[in-house]
């Protein structure tokens, strides 16, 4: 029954980027260095003698490892209880229920999302507030505040904890629960959506595949895609979670979820597709040959949501990030209701949630989401797509193309360009700044510049200031094109330039979104420099 105050020196790289603390395992693995991060999110977050945490992870390589330590700090910082899924599994959105379900103080969820892990892959750690939702700009700054001055962080001495059988341990008088991971979240998906209409979806003949893509939600998709919804056992593929997802990349997009995109454009194709990331909360999206992006499936989402039971009663208001597309604007302004722009990451719907002020959020990055949870929901995002088919009895297409033809189509696409070198990549946006004011009112072929700002977004909730967040080039006919550096990644840089165009003519909307941007795209490359600046004029990524 030891208590150790154990002495040491600050780190001064532990600032949470867009979703978290993301470093390379071999970084998190330094002495002192998980402890660190912790400790400094206990001396933030100040909770009361006695308070109940939550804690889990994606079951990436080193999740197990932080977990047991995270315990021990826990115990010896005055918690009273802590909510931990068996083997250390929470997925984000699960890890969210559970923090709101059971009203825990807050929680710490280990993941680096949609980046490899492994001995040399990505290892990442967030703090979510009592909301269930990520902490909000001003704790994650205070916590790396924290972080640059620390000087001691507390460990109870004892022997790891067993977490592979539901139940409760006592770790020096704190409470350690084991608890089923996937039974909460899988309740709260029953309670939302028609589970008896999917199932007579999926017994009538129409076939789906779901790409767990070697992550968290492999579990999660069995009991509630085949055991409640009784979809065959192969409409399930990649199912089984590994600490390295199979040395994959498991992020749910047109290039790292390629297996799936196969099986959806092969022959004998399946009816919809699916995939979610490493800690499943992120989605796509397939039908029969078809690729859904995400900003249209949160307006196809919002346009539905009163064919949903939990939706039912409509929808207060909708939020995206800003770089995603206009089409959720246009279901929104069709609707009466409000739509939010808001910086990239989910931390940023939070208040908008709580407030009342939206029901739906999403971001161009395959993340969907409700007020069901403050987190985004891949798994939730499959299930409101197989509600609707089930009600619509229509293809994803036929949706789609119907969607368009109501309400236009916001042309879409996203080009990465990861791994650049840091110098260069800063270099490419403080030429854009230093451009702002002169790109105003120039003419690039057919497109005129109206506006060329920097993003900054005041929180209509509490006021709070989020300045410098990508740099937009709005036309006048509505088109645009945003540039902004990823916060999430942990080698070099990678540049997201978001691509958007507005087609109302039905005629065009079968054109592949690559083609229909494809002045635009040159517009971006030549007003960055980008090739003079990187060597680099062919994106990694096309999303
Ligand atoms: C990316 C996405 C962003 C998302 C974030 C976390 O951030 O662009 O929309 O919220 O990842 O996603 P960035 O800074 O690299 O562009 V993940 O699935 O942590 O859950
Ligand atoms: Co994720």
């Not at 999740?63 to 918690?79: P, V």
């Given at each position: 029954?030891?208590?150790?105050?154990?002495?040491?020196?600050?780190?001064?790289?532990?600032?949470?980027?867009?979703?978290?603390?993301?470093?390379?395992?071999?970084?998190?693995?330094?002495?002192?260095?998980?402890?660190?991060?912790?400790?400094?999110?206990?001396?933030?977050i100040?909770?009361?003698?006695?308070?109940?945490?939550?804690?889990?992870?994606?079951?990436?390589?080193?999740?197990?490892?932080?977990?047991?330590?995270?315990?021990?700090?826990?115990?010896?910082?005055?918690?009273?209880?802590?909510?931990?899924?068996?083997?250390?599994?929470?997925?984000?959105?699960?890890?969210?229920?559970?923090?709101?379900?059971?009203?825990t103080?807050?929680?710490?969820?280990?993941?680096?999302?949609?980046?490899?892990?492994?001995?040399?892959?990505?290892?990442?750690?967030?703090?979510?507030?009592?909301?269930g939702?990520?902490?909000?700009?001003?704790?994650?700054?205070?916590?790396?505040?924290n972080?640059?001055?620390?000087?001691?962080?507390?460990?109870?001495?004892?022997?790891?904890?067993?977490?592979?059988?539901?139940?409760?341990?006592?770790?020096?008088?704190?409470?350690?629960?084991?608890?089923d991971?996937?039974?909460?979240?899988?309740?709260?998906?029953?309670s939302?959506?028609?589970?008896?209409?999917?199932?007579?979806?999926?017994?009538?003949?129409?076939?789906?595949?779901?790409?767990?893509?070697?992550?968290?939600?492999?579990?999660?998709?069995?009991?509630?895609?085949?055991?409640?919804?009784?979809?065959?056992?192969?409409?399930?593929?990649?199912?089984v979670?590994?600490?390295?997802?199979?040395?994959g990349?498991?992020?749910?997009?047109?290039?790292?979820?390629?297996?799936?995109?196969?099986?959806?454009?092969?022959?004998?194709?399946?009816?919809?597709?699916?995939?979610?990331?490493?800690?499943?909360?992120?989605?796509?999206?397939?039908g029969?040959?078809?690729?859904?992006?995400?900003?249209?499936?949160?307006?196809?989402?919002?346009?539905?949501?009163?064919?949903?039971?939990?939706?039912?009663?409509?929808?207060?208001?909708?939020?995206?990030?800003?770089?995603?597309?206009?089409?959720?604007?246009?279901?929104?302004?069709?609707?009466?209701?409000?739509?939010?722009?808001?910086?990239?990451?989910?931390?940023?719907?939070?208040?908008?949630?709580?407030?009342?002020?939206?029901?739906?959020?999403?971001?161009?990055?395959?993340?969907?989401?409700?007020?069901?949870?403050?987190?985004?929901?891949?798994?939730?995002?499959?299930?409101?797509?197989?509600?609707?088919?089930?009600?619509?009895?229509?293809?994803?297409?036929?949706?789609?193309?119907?969607?368009?033809?109501?309400?236009?189509?916001?042309?879409?696409?996203?080009?990465?360009?990861e791994?650049?070198?840091s110098?260069?990549a800063?270099?490419?946006?403080?030429?854009?700044?230093?451009?702002?004011?002169?790109?105003?009112?120039?003419?690039?072929?057919?497109?005129?510049?109206?506006?060329?700002?920097?993003?900054?977004?005041?929180?209509?909730?509490?006021?709070?200031?989020?300045?410098?967040?990508?740099?937009?080039?709005?036309?006048?006919?509505?088109?645009?094109?945003?540039?902004?550096?990823?916060?999430?990644?942990?080698e070099?840089?990678?540049l997201?330039?978001?691509?958007?165009?507005?087609?109302?003519?039905t005629?065009?909307?079968?054109?592949?979104?690559?083609?229909a941007?494809?002045?635009?795209?040159?517009?971006?490359?030549?007003?960055?420099?980008l090739?003079?600046?990187?060597?680099?004029?062919?994106?990694?990524?096309?999303?």
């Amino acid at each position: 029954m030891t208590i150790l105050t154990i002495p040491t020196q600050p780190f001064n790289d532990q600032k949470p980027g867009t979703s978290g603390l993301r470093k390379k395992v071999p970084v998190f693995k330094q002495a002192h260095y998980l402890e660190n991060f912790v400790q400094s999110i206990f001396d933030t977050i100040a909770a009361p003698q006695g308070a109940t945490l939550t804690l889990g992870g994606d079951g990436r390589y080193y999740n197990l490892e932080a977990i047991q330590t995270i315990l021990k700090m826990a115990a010896a910082n005055g918690f009273g209880r802590v909510l931990v899924g068996r083997c250390g599994i929470l997925s984000t959105p699960a890890a969210s229920c559970v923090i709101r379900k059971y009203q825990t103080f807050g929680g710490i969820i280990l993941s680096a999302s949609h980046n490899p892990g492994g001995p040399d892959g990505d290892f990442g750690i967030k703090y979510n507030t009592q909301n269930g939702g990520p902490a909000p700009e001003k704790i994650t700054e205070a916590i790396f505040a924290n972080s640059k001055k620390i000087s001691q962080y507390l460990e109870y001495q004892a022997s790891d904890i067993a977490l592979d059988e539901i139940g409760e341990f006592d770790l020096g008088g704190m409470v350690v629960q084991v608890i089923d991971p996937v039974t909460d979240y899988a309740d709260l998906m029953a309670s939302l959506f028609d589970f008896n209409a999917i199932r007579d979806l999926l017994s009538s003949g129409f076939r789906i595949k779901f790409d767990a893509m070697h992550a968290v939600n492999g579990p999660y998709a069995k009991e509630i895609l085949v055991k409640r919804l009784g979809a065959t056992e192969n409409s399930v593929m990649n199912a089984v979670p590994l600490k390295d997802f199979g040395g994959g990349h498991p992020d749910p997009n047109l290039t790292y979820a390629h297996d799936l995109v196969e099986i959806l454009y092969g022959d004998n194709a399946p009816d919809f597709g699916a995939a979610s990331d490493g800690d499943g909360d992120r989605n796509m999206i397939l039908g029969n040959h078809f690729f859904v992006t995400p900003s249209d499936s949160l307006a196809v989402l919002a346009a539905n949501a009163k064919l949903v039971p939990g939706y039912a009663s409509g929808i207060a208001g909708i939020a995206r990030s800003m770089p995603t597309s206009a089409a959720a604007d246009r279901v929104a302004a069709a609707l009466g209701i409000p739509c939010f722009e808001t910086p990239t990451g989910w931390k940023f719907f939070g208040n908008l949630m709580d407030a009342g002020k939206v029901t739906l959020c999403g971001e161009e990055s395959f993340g969907t989401g409700s007020n069901h949870v403050r987190e985004k929901d891949g798994l939730w995002a499959v299930l409101f797509w197989l509600n609707i088919l089930a009600v619509k009895k229509q293809s994803v297409q036929e949706i789609l193309m119907a969607h368009w033809a109501q309400y236009g189509r916001n042309v879409y696409s996203r080009h990465d360009y990861e791994g650049i070198a840091s110098d260069a990549a800063n270099g490419v946006m403080q030429h854009l700044h230093e451009n702002l004011g002169a790109f105003s009112g120039q003419a690039f072929g057919r497109y005129t510049v109206k506006v060329a700002d920097d993003f900054s977004y005041t929180d209509p909730v509490d006021s709070s200031v989020s300045s410098g967040q990508g740099v937009r080039i709005l036309f006048t006919d509505g088109s645009r094109i945003v540039f902004r550096l990823s916060g999430t990644g942990t080698e070099g840089a990678t540049l997201r330039i978001y691509l958007e165009a507005f087609e109302p003519d039905t005629k065009q909307h079968h054109l592949d979104a690559q083609v229909a941007l494809a002045e635009l795209i040159t517009i971006a490359l030549q007003i960055s420099q980008l090739k003079d600046r990187t060597g680099r004029d062919t994106p990694t990524v096309i999303t």
